[in-house]
């Protein structure tokens, strides 16, 4: 049995674990966050390479080093362990994770896995040269050679040093979807502090599971989507749901930059959630800026692809269905809006008038959990929503091939901000004796070295 596919992911873990240590102060939190901590740091590895050249272990090495003395200093700093982060909280989130996980060792067939991310590992690892050529190659357009590299990043960094083979790349993505979709898990437990537990829990859960709902293959098959939009769903809890978003802001910060720099729709949707933070947080618009450094991020990323000429079949008006460009408004949006209501439209019409009612009779108790109003949730689902809308209605491919090849994946951030806002209400609904209804907003949370403060709750 070939030990690289093993091996690799305790490189990953090894390689994130310190960063991920000091962001969660707890040993358990910090493994699943590992992953996911390398993962941004192998794109860090990426990005170097690419605009100041040389071979990518060199720079992997670097950026490792960079993110260790990083770890150190922060340990230096005070800060103490976030909520829910021992040995059984953390086997609490694994473990419901572990059965959906291991279709991991179901082949990835999938086009877009070996045509676009194992691709861009695969040049990633050859070096700057070789990478820098194949993203500004008309060739390659087909492989959307402008996407962001953090889902191709964590595997071209293990290629760098092995011998390349699928399996392995299959792994390492499915470790690092997992890692965001137990921070999403995390972080709905530690916005329903004050539910009971048993209940909490459930609810966590069952939102993580949700991003197995329209594509079962979507996490261990070697695509980006479940990845980014976990990491989405996850900022979008910790951002606007949670009561007192910015005061541990480092793990949302970090998740809504990994959604930014592993697909251009993640950009889109970390800038929607940058604005409704600061129209939330006008009262304090200096700690409200933070939540822009993962769009300038990923905006620096966009640039970067220009600048090496790398081109997309949206832009170009090309693709492997042809093109649609004298099909009627009117149609396009008509096939749009059926596609999605056949893939979410129940979920997305009960959710909502689930909240309308919640609204209307349980304003009160919903106050009393420490929860923000449940707009701001809708309020970042429908911009998603809308900007997929305005995507499929303006884009040059042909709209039925275009709808059949991508609607069930681009939707599961939609999926996962519905089952947001239903756990919420299900909390405040049923939260039974842990629903504390008098008690004061919990403010025991330590607050991040160095970004000390707070955003105004908002009420709902």
């Known amino acids: 049995m070939d030990p690289t596919p093993a091996l690799a992911v305790l490189a990953l873990l090894l390689a994130g674990f310190p960063l991920a240590f000091v962001i969660l102060r707890s040993p358990f939190l910090a493994l699943l966050l590992a992953p996911l901590v390398a993962a941004l740091l192998s794109t860090v590895a990426v990005v170097l390479m690419l605009v100041i050249g040389g071979p990518l272990p060199l720079w992997t090495a670097l950026v490792l080093a960079?993110?260790?003395?990083?770890a150190w200093w922060l340990w230096r700093r005070p800060g103490e362990p976030v909520a829910y982060g021992g040995?059984?909280?953390?086997l609490l989130i694994a473990l419901p994770l572990l059965p959906p996980f291991l279709m991991v060792f179901e082949p990835a067939y999938q086009w877009d896995a070996h045509s676009i991310w194992w691709l861009h590992a695969g040049y990633f690892a050859n070096g700057s040269e070789y990478a820098r050529a194949a993203i500004g190659s008309p060739a390659f357009v087909f492989s959307h050679t402008d996407y962001p590299p953090l889902a191709s990043a964590p595997v071209a960094a293990v290629w760098s040093v092995v011998e390349p083979d699928f399996r392995t790349a299959q792994l390492v993505g499915a470790v690092v979807t997992v890692s965001a979709i137990a921070m999403l898990v995390h972080l709905v437990r530690r916005a329903l502090d004050r539910v009971s537990a048993g209940g909490a829990w459930a609810l966590a859960i069952g939102v993580g599971l949700t991003s197995w709902s329209t594509v079962t293959y979507g996490v261990?098959?070697?695509?980006?989507d479940a990845l980014w939009s976990a990491a989405f769903a996850g900022a979008v809890v910790a951002l606007l749901l949670s009561a007192d978003p910015l005061r541990r802001p480092l793990l949302p910060l970090l998740l809504l930059t990994v959604a930014a720099l592993t697909k251009n729709e993640g950009l889109v949707a970390a800038a929607g959630i940058a604005l409704l933070v600061t129209l939330r947080a006008r009262a304090d618009l200096r700690r409200a800026a933070l939540v822009w450094l993962p769009v300038l991020a990923g905006g620096a990323w966009a640039v970067l692809a220009r600048l090496l000429n790398a081109q997309s079949d949206i832009t170009n008006g090309s693709s492997g269905g042809g093109t649609s460009r004298d099909t009627?408004?009117?149609?396009?949006?008509?096939?749009?809006?059926?596609?999605?209501?056949?893939?979410?439209?129940s979920v997305l019409v009960g959710a909502a008038v689930v909240a309308v009612l919640g609204a209307l009779f349980l304003r009160a108790r919903r106050r009393a959990t420490g929860l923000a109003a449940d707009g701001w949730v809708w309020a970042a689902n429908g911009y998603y929503l809308t900007v997929l809308v305005g995507t499929y209605l303006t884009g040059p491919n042909d709209i039925e091939w275009w709808l059949l090849t991508s609607v069930e994946r681009v939707t599961l951030p939609v999926l996962l901000l519905s089952a947001v806002s239903l756990a919420g209400w299900v909390a405040v609904a049923f939260g039974g004796g842990g629903l504390r209804a008098q008690s004061p907003p919990v403010l025991d949370e330590p607050r991040e070295p160095a970004l000390s403060g707070?955003?105004?709750?908002?009420?709902g």
């Open 87 to 90: 040995w059984s909280h953390a």
């Open 328 to 345: 009627e408004l009117v149609e396009r949006f008509q096939l749009t809006v059926t596609a999605l209501w056949d893939v979410v439209g």
């Open 66 to 70: 960079a993110g260790a003395a990083a």
């Open 220 to 224: 261990t098959g070697g695509l980006a």
């Open 454 to 459: 707070a955003m105004p709750k908002a009420t």
